[in-house]
């Protein structure tokens, strides 16, 4: 079993939709991080969590210490967000473990 | 804004050849790390390396790989001999110390 699940393995949505990825691990973690990967390969940290709730634009994340469970929120969806997201935990070691990743597409 | 470069962007060898993979991690960052993806694949963890020397180290991280911060500034990844399953995408990233990781491009090596 992956110590770190994602749901759904792809998406797809209309322009405009709110969209939910979830996240799910199994180890006991000191952060978790949420990556986007461009089609062209590129990662961009989008945002590393390890309480509670954080806001950037039209993105949200969240997570639950004790559920061991973060979701990645989507607010107005654009094309421009298709990509591949990707949930990440630090455990208790200097080792990031990755999730199989999320693509999202989103039509006009 | 600063980035963490790599170089080569794409870099293709024959089996059994050594390649050496380069990354300009960002300056004031104290933790360096390598992955790499295998096509259609998840991103996995190689190495990581703090204060000069290897923190933490992968199971596919073996003997045939090596880092380096050589000059203070650059941090590569060695591979002794290529074999045809090294080929992939490889991302260098860098952190100040618990802070988000900032990848850099990556580097596509082909191994035929």
């Known amino acids: 079993k992956n110590e770190v699940e994602q749901s759904p393995q792809n998406l797809t949505a209309q322009e405009g939709e709110f969209i939910t990825i979830n996240c799910s691990y199994s180890?006991?973690?000191?952060?978790l991080h949420w990556l986007q990967q461009h089609p062209g390969g590129g990662i961009v940290s989008l945002f590393m969590l390890s309480s509670g709730k954080k806001k950037h634009g039209r993105l949200i994340a969240t997570i639950n210490i004790q559920e061991k469970h973060s979701s990645l929120h989507i607010t107005a969806s654009h094309p421009r967000d298709s990509a591949v997201y990707i949930c990440?935990?630090?455990?208790?070691?200097?080792?990031?473990?990755f999730g199989t990743g999320t693509r999202l597409q989103v039509f006009p | 804004e600063p980035e963490v470069t790599q170089t080569p962007s794409h870099q293709v060898t024959q089996m059994g050849q050594e390649v050496i993979l380069r990354c300009v991690p960002i300056?004031?960052?104290?933790?360096f790390y390598w992955y790499r993806q295998i096509l259609g694949q998840k991103v996995e963890f190689l190495v990581s390396?703090?204060?000069?020397?290897?923190?933490?180290k992968s199971e596919i991280f073996d003997d045939q790989f090596s880092v380096e911060r050589p000059d203070g500034s650059n941090f590569t990844l060695k591979i002794r001999s290529t074999k045809l399953e090294d080929s992939a995408m490889y991302f260098c990233a860098s952190i100040l110390e618990g802070g988000e990781q900032f990848f850099g491009p990556g580097t596509r090596l082909t191994v035929l």
């Open positions: 390396f703090y204060n000069n020397e290897i923190s933490e």
């Open positions: 990440a935990v630090f455990g208790n070691t200097d080792k990031l473990i």
């Open positions: 300056s004031n960052h104290l933790y």
């Open positions: 180890v006991g973690i000191s952060a």
